[in-house]
């Protein structure tokens, strides 16, 4: 019995009530485990930070029970996504963290931003009401932008801000210290996203002509 009441408080001490993640203390605990982990195995972590849109309108508006609700599904939604490699965390008010272990790659990292925006699709149903939310993300990559979970943090904040100064819905790496191609390809790959969901490629068809009969036998498709 005297077990069980300690596992309790165990849980307690490294759980939010609200939302049942990971909380800020716990987290950040678990991060500078990890960052050590993965110094000896020559990994790269990803620390993810992820801020709700016009989450303070909405609970302005309709009242922070409303806003406790929103948050508790998000909660629900993100940590379906947990497993040995992906810890979620709840930063308070309507932040919260995710880190990524043994990332061998920046592409598992874009991956699971897309597994996170996709947290988002769906509609949230509160009092018999649908709400679309929508989420902006900072990302920070140990070991090339930060060498400590404090520092990683920091960097996520501060790519989170720069996400939302670019309009939300979005998602920003830390650059500084990350290779130039790679940043690069990262633009691109937030770039293609961003025209797709607006619709901005155009598609033409360039006639291939078959020099013997004159005739245009195939197309080549432009995008």
Not at 81 to 104: K, N, P, T, W
Not at 105 to 111: E, L, T
Not at 114 to 120: A, D, E, V
């Amino acid at each position: 019995e005297g077990l069980a009441v300690q596992q309790d408080l165990a849980r307690l001490e490294s759980t939010d009530i609200l939302t049942g993640l990971a909380n800020r203390r716990f987290f950040m605990e678990d991060l500078q485990h990890t960052l050590l982990q993965a110094d000896r195995q020559m990994r790269q972590v990803g620390l993810i930070m992820i801020d709700l849109d016009r989450f303070q309108m909405l609970n302005d508006s309709l009242g922070h029970q409303f806003g406790d609700e929103l948050l508790i599904m998000v909660a629900e939604r993100l940590n379906q996504l947990s497993d040995e490699r992906v810890m979620v965390g709840y930063a308070g008010g309507d932040e919260f963290m995710i880190c990524q272990q043994h990332v061998e790659n920046i592409d598992d990292v874009i991956h699971l931003l897309g597994q996170l925006k996709g947290c988002f699709t769906r509609p949230f149903e509160i009092e018999n009401e649908k709400h679309h939310v929508t989420a902006t993300m900072g990302v920070a990559v140990y070991p090339q932008s930060g060498m400590d979970a404090d520092i990683l943090l920091r960097n996520a904040d501060i790519a989170l801000y720069r996400a939302k100064e670019q309009g939300r819905n979005t998602y920003q790496f830390y650059t500084e210290g990350m290779q130039e191609r790679e940043v690069r390809r990262l633009e691109l790959d937030t770039d293609l996203s961003e025209a797709l969901a607006r619709n901005q490629f155009e598609l033409y068809f360039q006639p291939q002509l078959d020099l013997v009969t004159s005739r245009a036998d195939s197309v080549e498709a432009l995008i």
